[in-house]
């Protein structure tokens, strides 16, 4: 048990920064929105696609291999790890897209702001209900 205690409080630190790039990112878009520098939002998106196709893919994964199979070894309802599931695909799907709209010469500060948006509070709720289940789960220990 010790070590599903430790997969759980690493995962919690990642929600942590998760939250600290979604509002750094969420600064870079309302600079970006007041007028600021396109060169500047791209390098910001850049950084933020990167880190959500490295260190939280890793960290989904994880939560697939680790959390929920403990969870469902509590008896946890499964609807309700089929919801955190279609999340995962959810932003997986807007990461995809962002990073093809990050690649488009002509993109709109309409199809940026939207797209940021989506993801952001996507990943912001994400967090939210994982943290419940984190939770959950060290009260199991
Ligand atoms: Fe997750
Ligand atoms: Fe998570």
Same mark, same amino acid.
């Given at each position: 048990?010790?070590?599903?205690?430790?997969?759980?409080?690493?995962?919690?630190?990642?929600?942590?920064?998760?939250?600290?790039?979604?509002?750094?990112?969420?600064?870079? %878009?309302?600079?970006?929105?007041?007028?600021?520098?396109?060169?500047?939002?791209?390098?910001?998106?850049?950084?933020?696609?990167?880190?959500?196709?490295?260190?939280?893919?890793?960290?989904?994964?994880?939560?697939?291999?680790? %959390?929920?199979?403990?969870?469902?070894?509590?008896?946890?309802?499964?609807?309700?790890?089929? $919801?955190?599931?279609?999340?995962?695909?959810?932003?997986?799907?807007?990461? $995809?897209? %962002? *990073?093809?709209?990050?690649?488009?010469?002509?993109?709109?500060? *309409?199809?940026?702001?939207?797209?940021?948006? $989506?993801?952001?509070?996507? %990943?912001?709720?994400?967090?939210?209900?994982?943290?419940?289940?984190?939770?959950?789960?060290?009260?199991?220990?």
């Amino acid at each position: 048990m010790k070590e599903i205690a430790k997969r759980i409080d690493g995962m919690e630190k990642c929600h942590g920064d998760i939250l600290e790039k979604i509002d750094k990112i969420e600064n870079s %878009l309302e600079k970006f929105r007041n007028g600021g520098n396109l060169q500047d939002m791209k390098l910001a998106l850049d950084v933020f696609l990167l880190y959500m196709k490295t260190t939280v893919s890793a960290h989904k994964k994880e939560e697939e291999e680790v %959390l929920f199979p403990f969870l469902r070894s509590i008896d946890h309802p499964e609807k309700v790890i089929d $919801g955190i599931l279609g999340d995962h695909e959810e932003i997986h799907r807007s990461v $995809g897209m %962002l *990073d093809i709209i990050r690649k488009m010469d002509n993109w709109t500060r *309409d199809e940026v702001e939207s797209g940021v948006r $989506g993801l952001v509070e996507t %990943l912001r709720e994400h967090v939210k209900s994982e943290d419940e289940l984190l939770k959950i789960a060290r009260e199991k220990l």
